[in-house]
């Protein structure tokens, strides 16, 4: 098999030594542990009590972490070991280190050949990161792959109201006008997919040209969409994450390279235009917690600002005369009458990836000329929803996904015709 030229030869040795199995539960970690220990619990405790016959397989794909992650996650599954094989007969442990810090590509690609070749019916992923994992969650994760025939999976979380601004703005009004399904989260760490879908994925070229190390979890998400695939997403409550050590400049990059990427991948799916399919949701398809998320909005804007006087150059041979002219002014405005409207960011949006698609520019510079113009989005929708209701929200990010909808065949052109902006 393909797959394994990049298996470790220990790692392969681990999978042969297990065998065929029902369900895989892979946990992924990097620096995780002071909360690697309560994942491993809780995912433990659910399988003896929700899978107690299946053949279970359970992975970590480590990240090649320093702070003792290995050592606790040993700790921790010793302490239930006696119960579990009483239990769970064929219950095995295996480990791997796929390096790439704190990056997916790496540990996804081996979690998707482990699941290969285990010939695992149904596979969940969880982030080793959860300060309160809840057992629930493997249940939930599982249950419709394994017993309901989904092949993958998607999580939805509640989230304060300004938080997931990314995930809201763009990826998933973006992604639900390109492909047709209201998949809400794109990069969900917590997540689940067939053998069959993984299968599937390990056969795209993109894991051996280095296109796909820009955001995994999303191109799988999408390569579901795009595919003869049964999708569906599950509510799982609200998500407590320990703090990670990437900056938002570098999420977002990662993020928006990512998508533009999977955008390429797979045009031949949604170039022609795809009709919206009702995607199951189980439980609510949103919800908004009473947490508190700390943004300053001050600085949004003289980082727009600033961004937009120092890249006009480059935002000139991206965008059209027109929108470039738009932003411009817009960064002249008082910070109080500032306002980046639903129709000139999707325009944008789509401009953007239009140019990244036909390398206007290197794609790394392009990608960082949009962070600017993300902040100046970020800052408008925060003025205009500091008192809205949830229900006022979701009202205007549907207004938004009209938006992405009614502009799509701007896109599909701009696509397929390589312009030059110029101001």
């Not at 036909?358 to 790394?364: A, Y």
Request: glycine share 8%; hydrophobic share 40%.
């Amino acid at each position: 098999m393909r797959e394994q030229g990049f298996l470790s030869d220990e790692f392969l040795r681990q999978l042969i030594s297990v065998g065929n199995v029902d369900l895989l539960l892979a946990i992924t970690s990097h620096n995780n542990s002071k909360t690697i220990g309560r994942v491993v619990r809780a995912v433990e405790e659910s399988l003896l009590h929700n899978f107690p016959r299946e053949r279970v397989a359970l992975l970590n794909v480590d990240g090649g972490s320093r702070d003792g992650s290995n050592q606790a996650l040993l700790e921790a599954t010793s302490l239930a070991k006696a119960d579990f094989f009483g239990s769970l007969r064929t219950l095995r442990w295996i480990t791997t280190n796929a390096g790439g810090g704190e990056a997916q590509e790496n540990k996804l690609r081996n979690i998707l050949a482990a699941a290969d070749l285990l010939h695992a019916q149904a596979c969940a992923v969880v982030s080793a990161s959860l300060e309160n994992p809840d057992p629930n969650w493997l249940v939930s994760l599982l249950t419709p792959v394994y017993r309901d025939n989904y092949d993958f999976l998607s999580p939805l979380y509640s989230r304060h109201k300004f938080d997931g601004l990314l995930t809201r703005q763009l990826l998933y009004p973006f992604g639900r006008a390109l492909y047709g399904k209201a998949m809400r989260e794109l990069r969900g760490t917590e997540f689940a997919f067939s053998g069959r879908l993984a299968t599937h994925c390990l056969s795209k070229e993109g894991w051996y040209n280095n296109g796909s190390e820009a955001g995994t979890e999303m191109w799988m998400a999408i390569a579901a969409m795009s595919g003869p695939f049964r999708c569906c997403q599950i509510y799982l409550g609200a998500k407590s994450q320990a703090s990670s050590s990437t900056g938002v400049v570098d999420v977002i990059r990662h993020a928006v390279k990512g998508f533009f990427w999977c955008l390429e991948s797979t045009d031949s799916r949604w170039l022609h235009g795809v009709t919206p399919e009702p995607l199951k949701t189980i439980g609510p398809d949103h919800q908004v917690s009473s947490g508190s998320v700390r943004v300053d909005r001050k600085k949004l804007f003289p980082m727009y600002q600033n961004g937009i006087g120092q890249l006009s150059q480059i935002l000139g041979s991206i965008l059209d005369p027109d929108t470039h002219a738009e932003l411009v002014r817009l960064a002249a405005c008082n910070e109080k009458e500032f306002r980046l409207a639903h129709q000139l960011w999707v325009r944008t949006c789509y401009e953007f990836a239009a140019a990244y698609h036909h390398s206007q520019l290197n794609r790394d510079h392009l990608v960082q000329a949009f962070v600017p113009i993300y902040r100046g989005r970020v800052y408008s929708f925060l003025t205009k929803h500091r008192s809205s209701s949830s229900d006022e929200m979701e009202a205007d990010l549907e207004e938004l996904c009209q938006e992405f909808e009614h502009q799509k065949v701007f896109f599909f052109e701009r696509w397929r015709t390589k312009e030059q902006g110029g101001s």
